[in-house]
């Protein structure tokens, strides 16, 4: 199961937006995170844990302590408004958090 | 550049079949697995399952094992998502993703998603 927190940010422009996703079991480096803007197809922003995907900025950036993971997007802009998931492809199936949506304050 | 376009927005009656698709394009279809992912309406993402177009190898997640039927054709580059009986908790937006890691294991984060196909089930 993966545990996404907190279920929306609300994060002023230009200031810093974490976001947390927590695994119930070991998933090595194996987490991804995309993002979901309202109308859209999700699109990938990180994977093996701190990989940032092509197309996407140096403001995103994933990382982990054991079963915690982290998506920082250091100075938020308006075109981040989304709801960011989080999915585990360590153990089958594949399994996405229930996401959180960041707002701009 | 690679795309994957899937079919059209669908309205359907409660106990009718359904076929959607999803047409890759851009990179060797054969060689990446193509999942299914659902978005209930104003909801999360949920795995469905995935196929291997070269093989046809398919696994299902086991909430939607029995509940529909994965398949594709490898000459059209094309993956499908079908139903024989439509309920009304199928209503849905569906989308179709790209994987990429170990083409040996089906266990795959989704690089390219497809626009989504909008199930509406309704009598």
């Known amino acids: 199961v993966m545990t996404q927190s907190p279920a929306t940010l609300s994060v002023s422009p230009g200031e810093r937006a974490t976001l947390s996703c927590r695994a119930s079991?070991?998933?090595?480096?194996?987490l991804a995170w995309y993002q979901q803007k309202p109308g859209q197809a999700p699109r990938l922003v990180i994977y093996?844990?701190?990989f940032r995907a092509t197309s996407f900025p140096v403001r995103f950036s994933g990382s982990s302590s054991g079963t915690e993971f982290t998506l920082t997007i250091s100075s938020l802009q308006s075109e981040d408004l989304a709801v960011y998931y989080c999915?585990?492809?360590?153990?089958?199936?594949?399994?996405f958090g229930q996401g959180t949506k960041v707002e701009i304050k | 550049e690679v795309q994957l376009v899937q079919s059209g927005a669908e309205l359907k009656k409660p106990g009718e079949s359904l076929k959607i698709s999803c047409q890759g394009s851009?990179?060797?279809?054969?060689?990446?697995?193509i999942a299914w992912v659902r978005q209930m309406p104003g909801k999360g993402l949920e795995f469905m399952g995935i196929?291997?177009?070269?093989?046809?190898?398919?696994r299902y997640s086991p909430s939607f094992e029995g509940q529909v039927t994965m398949s594709a054709d490898k000459s059209l580059t094309t993956a499908y998502l079908q139903w024989t009986s439509l309920k009304a908790s199928d209503t849905a937006l569906y989308f179709c993703?790209?994987?990429?890691?170990?083409?040996?294991?089906?266990?795959?984060?989704?690089?390219?998603w497809g626009q989504g196909t909008l199930v509406t089930v309704s009598s």
């Open positions: 851009g990179y060797n279809f054969n060689n990446h697995w």
């Open positions: 093996g844990g701190s």
């Open positions: 196929i291997y177009p070269a093989d046809s190898d398919t």
């Open positions: 993703a790209r994987g990429r890691n170990s083409i040996f294991d089906p266990t795959q984060y989704f690089d390219s």
């Open positions: 079991h070991t998933i090595s480096n194996n």
């Open positions: 999915q585990q492809y360590n153990n089958w199936p594949p399994t």
